[in-house]
């Protein structure tokens, strides 16, 4: 009995071995296309490897190689009856010859004869080289991937320090932190990380912003010997697949189950090894392994945990990598690294290598003009959608990316069209059908509880319990929902991406619930502003399909939708600061809504400060230049502009032009120039600290002296060894001032008679 099995398990081994699957390459000739046809590869996947590979063995085994991983369970009698349907009944010949070959006694002495390390590095670096070579640009794949050359097409990330990043919750203002860091970091340039062989490498990055590029790069550097020159053997491994093996109790089984034709039962605890483990935040039994005290009931985890015996490095989301570092290795050698995507040269080479010629003007003008798609370009997952959007729009409106909810809609939408629409139907003319309506409503329902409760990985049972009849129409689900099987032979699920699930939670709280019931859900505050978007009412955008899905609820006036969330964070941020002031300009702005006479009575609460600084990013200036345009236009006046920023963008300088229109009081802690604008408009107060600058009189005369001009009441701080001190006072004394207040030297002025004496004094101690 024993030997029956492992005839048959040798039988259905012969897939995994090299030589076999070279050696029938090699045979099938120009039939391997129709032979992937006959194993149910799509189309799009065979044209897309007849691209890529030159010669027609190399077809062959690229076609063969897909068809073994999008099955779980590939076998050789599916593949022969592929071949039968052909009447190749030679190549069925070849395959019964090699089984007997490999079955024999002989070969499997060969087979459980121990590798050498050098057979087995070499086998390793050959497989990545090979499989690795090329990336998918959305990862998880979908049904259409587009292909990205790495070694050729490989566009440099921007890496930071990521220490001090900020723990968080899943999906909660992950966003907005990345727009925050990213107005300010220092790179640390690739070779400084992965030329130098730490022991532990932590890395973290928002979703889509290439962390699973960049560790493909590395497999691909250490097989060409370019990098971890020192480790023997280096794995890699997915979270989103060990979910699958949840009962593998130790890594030799493991990696039998991944490298099982390379390692062959090979032990590696006495050589040099380094992990890498993709994705942590997808693992299902990710508290688990956080909460390694607790008693767990999945070997997996145990797996995981024995990993940290070697060098690893490790990659998901920010809040997952948080985590995980309370339990990784102490070690000194140990280097934490986030990644913030594409710099400007990296944005532009990868326009250049996969946009078309003629479009690749049209999709840089958009990124210029958009300053949603500018910030978020750096992001691979964002520039890749945008590049496609753009490319293949025959009407694009100038204002498609203008607030995050376009974006956001328009790559919502562009799933729709390629993985779910089946015939050539317009976007219009499936949203007319009420069916297709609630088709999205659905999707969306499944993202809205699944996000509410923090699951990324979730099973059938969950959506049943508030999709009863999913089990009749999951197949239809799948392109924004991905299913996997476990090693048990159940399935999980997860959406395709985690933007696109928090999307849909969004579509699903604007069309299903109040404002009271939005408001008291604290899961959804950073949908909030999204939530808002989809009440902007122009009609060229692509909102006007994801509203009024729902026909049990009647069509919102969404004018006192959104006075009663624009109430609450008002109300909120009297009670706990700026944050919700800030989250109130941003909803205005994604909602491209007016002051209405309602939204003016609560506006007028409160008194309004602007600020511009390093910390505040340009999706956050441009939600401050939409707001103040309202607000000033409706004959209002703000409370204070407040400027600590010298290097300044045209959106920043718009809004200090806008608001030096109607303010009371400005305040500048550094030197400004608006080349070619001078202020015109009355200030009540005016404050100046420059005592850390060192300033020319020229520079004090062209940056501040057309402000002071203009004010009612000035406070004054000086560097204490300007030079030009008289000039100032001759040019103050000039003014008809209501108050001044001048700080020099440690000692505070109200009258510029005693600040010259005091300057007078000091020349004659001086002389």
């Not at 070279?22 to 296309?33: P, Q, R």
């Not at 991983?69 to 010859?97: Q, V």
């Not at 670096?125 to 499989?131: A, G, I, L, T």
């Not at 129409?473 to 699930?501: C, D, P, V």
């Amino acid at each position: 009995m024993g030997q029956n099995n492992t005839h048959l398990k040798n039988h259905e081994n012969i897939l995994y071995s090299q030589e076999f699957k070279l050696n029938f390459s090699e045979s099938v000739g120009v039939d391997w296309k129709t032979l992937g046809r006959r194993l149910n590869i799509e189309d799009n996947y065979l044209e897309m490897i007849d691209h890529d590979e030159s010669k027609t063995p190399e077809k062959a085994y690229s076609m063969l190689t897909t068809w073994m991983r999008m099955n779980d369970n590939p076998s050789l009698k599916e593949l022969k009856t592929a071949l039968r349907k052909m009447r190749r009944m030679d190549l069925i010949r070849k395959i019964d010859k090699f089984t007997k070959t490999l079955s024999s006694p002989e070969s499997s002495s060969r087979t459980s004869s121990k590798k050498d390390t050098s057979e087995v590095c070499t086998a390793l670096k050959k497989y990545y080289r090979e499989n690795y070579r090329k990336i998918n640009e959305i990862q998880p794949p979908l049904k259409v991937p587009a292909s990205v050359d790495l070694m050729n097409n490989f566009v440099d990330l921007c890496i930071v320090d990521a220490v001090n990043t900020q723990m968080d919750v899943v999906f909660n203002f992950e966003r907005k932190k990345f727009l925050e860091k990213q107005m300010n970091y220092t790179p640390i340039s690739y070779s400084e990380i992965f030329m130098k062989e730490k022991s532990v490498i932590l890395i973290s990055g928002i979703a889509g912003i290439g962390k699973t590029w960049l560790l493909r790069k590395c497999l691909l550097d250490w097989s060409n010997n370019l990098i971890w020159k020192n480790v023997e053997l280096v794995f890699y491994l997915e979270c989103r697949k060990l979910n699958q093996y949840q009962n593998i109790s130790n890594i030799n089984e493991l990696l039998n189950n991944f490298y099982k034709d390379i390692i062959n039962d090979f032990d590696i605890s006495t050589h040099s090894t380094l992990f890498i483990i993709d994705g942590l935040d997808e693992f299902k039994y990710l508290h688990e392994l956080i909460n390694c005290s607790l008693s767990c009931y999945y070997p997996i985890v145990n797996v995981l945990t024995e990993i940290q015996k070697y060098k690893y490095v490790v990659a998901g989301r920010v809040h997952a990598i948080d985590q995980y570092q309370s339990i990784s290795t102490e070690d000194c050698d140990k280097i934490n690294i986030q990644i913030m995507g594409f710099n400007e040269d990296g944005i532009n080479n990868y326009i250049e290598n996969n946009v078309l010629e003629e479009k690749k003007d049209v999709v840089k003008a958009n990124l210029k003009e958009s300053a949603i798609a500018k910030s978020m370009s750096s992001v691979p997952f964002y520039l890749s959608f945008m590049c496609k959007i753009i490319s293949i729009s025959k009407n694009l409106y100038k204002n498609t990316f203008l607030t995050m909810t376009d974006l956001y809609a328009n790559i919502f939408l562009h799933f729709l069209k390629k993985h779910i629409i089946k015939n050539n139907e317009s976007i219009s003319q499936f949203m007319e059908n009420n069916f297709n309506k609630k088709y999205v409503l659905n999707i969306c329902k499944i993202a809205y509880q699944l996000f509410v409760e923090n699951k990324v990985i979730f099973s059938k049972e969950d959506i049943q319990t508030f999709i009863i009849d999913f089990d009749k129409n999951e197949e239809t689900f799948f392109g924004f929902i991905e299913r996997i099987e476990t090693s048990l032979g159940e399935y999980i699920y997860q959406f395709a991406h985690l933007t696109i699930m928090e999307f849909c939670a969004s579509i699903y709280a604007y069309n299903c619930l109040s404002s009271e019931e939005i408001l008291t859900n604290k899961k959804l505050k950073s949908c909030l502003s999204m939530i808002c978007g989809l009440t902007n009412k122009n009609q060229n955008s692509s909102l006007k399909f994801l509203v009024n899905l729902n026909p049990l609820k009647k069509p919102c006036d969404d004018s006192l939708f959104l006075f009663s969330i624009f109430d609450r964070l008002l109300k909120l941020s009297r009670q706990s600061g700026y944050y919700y002031v800030n989250l109130f300009i941003e909803c205005f702005y994604e909602s491209q809504s007016s002051l209405t006479d309602e939204i003016k009575l609560i506006v007028d609460e409160r008194e309004w400060k602007i600020s511009i600084d390093d910390g505040k990013t340009s999706y956050e200036t441009s939600c401050e230049n939409f707001f103040v345009n309202h607000y000033i236009k409706s004959g209002r006046k703000l409370s204070t502009l407040y400027v600590s920023k010298n290097i300044l963008s045209d959106e920043e300088k718009n809004l200090i032009i806008k608001c030096s229109t109607n303010v009371r009081r400005v305040d500048f802690y550094c030197p400004i120039k608006l080349e070619g604008w001078k202020p015109k408009d009355k200030i009540e107060e005016l404050f100046i600290n420059i005592s850390r600058y060192l300033i020319t009189k020229k520079d004090f005369e062209e940056n501040f002296l057309p402000w002071i001009n203009l004010c009612e009441g000035l406070d004054l701080v000086l560097h204490d060894d300007i030079d030009f001190i008289e000039e100032i006072c001759e040019w103050i004394r000039c003014l008809n001032l209501k108050r001044l207040r001048i700080f020099y030297r440690g000692k505070h002025f109200h009258n510029l008679d005693k600040l010259k004496n005091f300057i007078t004094h000091k020349k004659c101690l001086i002389s």
